[in-house]
Structures are given as structure tokens and as C-alpha cells.
């Protein structure tokens, strides 16, 4: 059985990394380099950045921060925000990162995803998918949540593995910041009908909802990031519970 995995997400902005909840109140959580360093040596499978101002700012998103934690950082890791070209991908994957993820442009854009795929592989491209429940449905929302489409959660995730994504990682924005955990029906939901690792993300507390995305979300792996970086879970202690729970990680 393939492991079960953690992944710390650090947010960037001005090359800083932050967390606020549910996206809006912005708290400096330190340096993502050293942030960085310090999840690799702390048991982190893998880690994501994910450059907040810049779908926002259009800006590109530091190629040399990516060269700067790839030379401190020996775990796999994550590449987000403002990512729109192939030239971007071109970039981030040569200055160290193994993978980038990408969000609105792949909803304005459908076809990156597919262009994206044939150059790199399908194992270098996340699709992230923030969505949150308007009248009962999951609605894609993008630019952080900030703009609501009519596009159907499950119709997307289910298009975007179709046209070559490796992986998709799913952000409840009802659930972000709250840490009352997952949204777990619709993370089993999104396991059950795409074939793809569903990455869990919005609302981890404490390490019982851990355990809950990975038995009732289905989840292939969960993120999270005020919870590591102020230290309230330690990744080593999760995931020797995870084992105790007979939930497979890498220890």
C-alpha cells in the first residue's frame, strides 16, 4: 500500500511565508527557506509554496526562492502561483522544483494543462482546485477564492485528470483556517471517482483530523500550514499516531 503523506504548505508573499484564515488575515510565520529545511529534517514528505500575491499582483512567482530551498531541501516539493506558460513550468522545474502546481490559469486556460503534461509529464503538474458549498454544490472559486465560477468540483476534477493532471489538490474554502477539520465527504467523493491522488487541504487542527482524511476523506495525502509552522502539530508525533492507527506512513 502506498504511504500516506504530509505535506507542510508554506505561503509566500513579498518572499515571506504567511497564514491567515480563510485567506484574508495574513500572519508572518517566518523565513521559507529555513521553514523549509526544517520540514525536511522534521519528517515532511513533501512540501508545497504557494506564491499568494501573485495571481493577485500578476507577478512570476521567485524563481530564486524555488533555487534556494533546492539547495537546502532534499524532499520533494511544490511550485504555485501566477504559473501560466509553458516557460514558466520550463523555469521552475530547471531552478530545482519537482513539481508546480496550477489553479486559474487552468480553469481559464484548460489547455495548459494538456500542454503541460506532454512536455513534462503528468507527474510534475498539480491542478489545485479551491472550492467551497454555495446552495449544496461545490463551486470552483479562483484568485484565492475571490472569484466564484459556475464550474461543478467534481466535473473539474474529473476534466482536469482527462486532460493529463498527476494530481489534484482540493481546498475547501469553507473548512481553510477553521481547523475543525477536512471536508471529507467530498474529499471520499473526489477519491472514489478519479483514479489521480487527491491531496486534502483546508482545516486540519490536530492530528485526529489527519486520521479522518485518510479513513473517511479517502485522502492520499493532507496539508496544512499554521499547525506546523506555530508548531501546535509536530510532524513526527502525527505521524507516529498515524502508525498507531495502522494508517501507512514514511516514519
Known sequence: ML?????????????????????IDLRDA???????????????????F???????????????????VSE?????????GGISSVEDVDILLKCGADK????????????????????FGSQCVVVAIDAKQIDGNWKVHLVGGKVPTELDLFEWAKEVEKRGAGEILFTSMDHD????????????KLSTELNIPIIASGGAGNNQHFI????????????????FHFK???INDLKAELKAHDIPVRL
Open 100 to 119: 508546480v502546481s496550477i489553479n486559474s490559469s487552468a480553469v481559464k486556460n484548460p489547455e495548459l494543462i494538456n500542454k503541460l503534461s506532454a512536455k
Open 177 to 188: 483556517g477553521t481547523k475543525n477539520g477536512f471536508a471529507n465527504k467530498a474529499l471520499a
Open 72 to 80: 537546502k531541501v532534499n524532499i520533494p516539493f511544490t511550485v504555485g
Open 212 to 227: 479522518d482524511t485518510f479513513v473517511e476523506g479517502k485522502s492520499d495525502a493532507a496539508l496544512a500550514a499554521s499547525v
Open 3 to 23: 504511504t500516506k503523506r504530509i505535506i507542510p504548505c508554506l505561503d509566500i508573499k513579498n518572499g515571506r511565508t504567511v497564514k491567515g484564515v480563510n485567506f
Open 50 to 68: 504557494l506564491d499568494i500575491s501573485a495571481t493577485e499582483e500578476r507577478r512570476k512567482t521567485l524563481a530564486d526562492l524555488v533555487l534556494h
Open 30 to 48: 517566518g523565513d521559507p527557506v529555513e521553514l523549509a529545511a526544517l520540514y525536511a529534517k522534521n519528517g515532511a514528505d513533501e512540501l508545497v
Open 232 to 234: 501546535e502539530i509536530e
